[in-house]
């Protein structure tokens, strides 16, 4: 056997936590959102609305991982069937995402918005759903098993971490890059995720049906 050409586990395993919620999240595609929706506000207003929704994101996305497995047992679920669903989701708001549009799981009622006063925009919807949908929920749910079976829990965390960095740059930063970012970059990144999303959305599903046929060609 050959040695030295894989890369280590909890690398990899980052590595696709990191690509699969960036593609998810998609800060790239959220700044002109971020901007609408803090429309008016002074630079430094929009800074603090950008802290609330990070950590709305880090709070949310910790429960997911670690008190997903609780809440599927509390319900009588295996991993198996939320990684199905979950996945079903996931490659829905993908399909949407192909298709330059905004998936319905993660895009507000207009009407609900138009309500939101304050700097309640950074709870909902900027964090939920926005950013914090059910794809996202899904995505992390599976990833934190994935991790405990894998003891790739170092991987887990360096990816989610380094994902929420990236994206409290991107918010931050969001009133300078509103400047340069245009329709069609930001059109061109949304299907490119759509496309990453897509693959990661077939693999869970692929995943969990493998594990309920077991006679499946692997």
Known sequence: M???HHMHPEIQFAIKVFAALF???????????FLSLTEGRSDAERRRIASVA???????????????????TIFG?????????????????ALAMLHGSSSAQHQ???GETSKIAGDSVAVYPLTI????????IST??????AASLQDTQIGLGVGLFAMIAVLAVALWSAPFIGHYLSASVSAVTKRLMGMILAAIAV???????RASFKGLAG
């Open 203 to 209: 693999e869970m599903i692929v995943t969990s049906l």
């Open 2 to 4: 050959r040695k030295g």
């Open 54 to 72: 990070i950590l709305g994101v880090v709070v949310a996305s910790l429960v997911s991982v670690f008190a997903g497995q609780a809440i599927l």
């Open 140 to 145: 992390l749910i599976v990833f934190g098993h």
């Open 108 to 110: 507000p009622d207009a």
């Open 129 to 136: 759903p926005l950013l914090v949908g059910p794809g996202t």
């Open 77 to 93: 679920l295996t991993i198996d069937d939320f990684r199905l669903a979950g996945g079903l989701i996931v490659l829905l708001i």
């Open 23 to 33: 593609a998810i999240m998609n800060p790239i595609a959220n700044i002109p959102i």
